[in-house]
């Protein structure tokens, strides 16, 4: 079960100079809001059978800096592969959104290849207002600065909350983008994270707060051979392992735990037949570990395991029936040149 809407609070970002301020509006929970939902998170995870945690909070301040990474890692070709797409085709996408429409995106990040967009569509356009929603307020905070610096032609709402509190807030609250269409982006095949049923429930969601001129442009991982996906998920340089450790190494930090991180090991196994990547952090030895901030004491046996992480892999056949279960059309749909990845245009039927 995801996290409810949050209460937000606008303020502005810290240390921006005046005139890149008043360009952006940026909304975040209170710091006591999100603590009570990562304590709560973690105790019901650590506590049931088998034991999970959820990959919503890889995304502090020290796993943002990971993930970004992996991204420039040599086996992982998601970023490579994306960003060879919108390189491609940019332009031909910026053609799309009229002159008075706005970029939405979920999970910013960085915005490192959204900027291929934000260049084309400002190059056609004159000015642009990009909404972002980003669960790691650090992240959303610095790309911010550097977008609003680097474009002053660009006004931005930056919204640092989960998918579904973001959207609520961008889409329904109609004064946070707007009149006109929206591109929203979902990039980075993060669709992938969702059970394919909760992802056309998701989509579906997504698409009753949708105008009939609006559209998804949403990134998508396609099917390939074990021998390329799991070490683009279990890297030789043990960065993708540090960054699913860093889930323990957090709660070490912010709740009191005592994990030894040297007692538990990264795990990524590709099942062939679901179609998804499975990861998670397994126990090396017989071990108690204390969070004391949750009042937990829990053993783990040799080669017990955390669940962590689902990355969903897709066949074109199966992008074509998620769309159709959430109320979706593919318009317009790209590939790189090595068909690894796509990305969908989306259009509500």
């Given at each position: ?247 323990l190494a957090r709660i070490n930090r912010e ?95």
């Open positions: 079960m995801r996290r409810p809407a949050q209460k937000r609070t606008a303020r502005p970002v810290a240390g921006a100079p005046q005139e890149v301020s008043r360009r952006l509006r940026l909304l975040a929970p209170t710091v006591a809001e999100a603590d009570s939902d990562f304590g709560h998170d973690v105790a019901a995870g650590l506590t049931a059978h088998p034991r999970r945690l959820h990959c919503r909070y890889f995304y502090d301040e020290q796993g943002s800096l990971l993930f970004e990474q992996i991204c420039a890692l040599p086996e992982y070709y998601l970023t490579r592969a994306e960003a060879e797409i919108l390189e491609r085709h940019a332009a031909e996408m910026a053609a799309l959104v009229p002159a008075q429409g706005s970029l939405v995106e979920l999970g910013s990040g960085s915005s490192v290849k959204t900027r291929l967009l934000i260049e084309a569509l400002l190059q056609r356009h004159g000015r642009l207002h990009y909404a972002a929603v980003d669960i790691s307020r650090s992240m959303l905070e610095s790309s911010a600065h550097a977008l609003l610096t680097d474009y002053p032609a660009l006004e931005m709402t930056a919204v640092a909350a989960e998918y579904q509190a973001g959207l609520a807030l961008l889409l329904q609250g109609g004064q946070m983008t707007p009149d006109g269409p929206r591109l929203i982006l979902w990039l980075g095949s993060n669709v992938g994270n969702f059970h394919r049923d909760e992802a056309a429930a998701f989509l579906a969601g997504l698409r009753a707060s949708l105008r009939a001129d609006d559209r998804l442009l949403l990134g998508i991982d396609l099917r390939k051979e074990r021998a390329v996906l799991e070490p683009a998920y279990d890297d030789a340089q043990g960065v993708t392992a540090r960054f699913n450790l860093n889930l709740l009191g735990g005592d994990f030894a991180l040297d007692g538990f090991a990264h795990r990524a196994v590709y099942d062939e037949v679901l179609g998804r990547v499975e990861i998670h952090i397994v126990s090396t030895r017989a071990q108690r570990v204390t969070v004391r901030g949750l009042g937990l004491e829990l053993e783990f046996a040799a080669g017990e395991a955390i669940h962590t992480e689902n990355s969903y892999k897709y066949s074109p056949d199966e992008i074509a029936a998620l769309a159709k279960a959430a109320g979706l059309r593919i318009e317009r749909q790209w590939f790189d040149g090595a068909r690894r990845f796509s990305e969908n245009l989306l259009a509500p039927v």
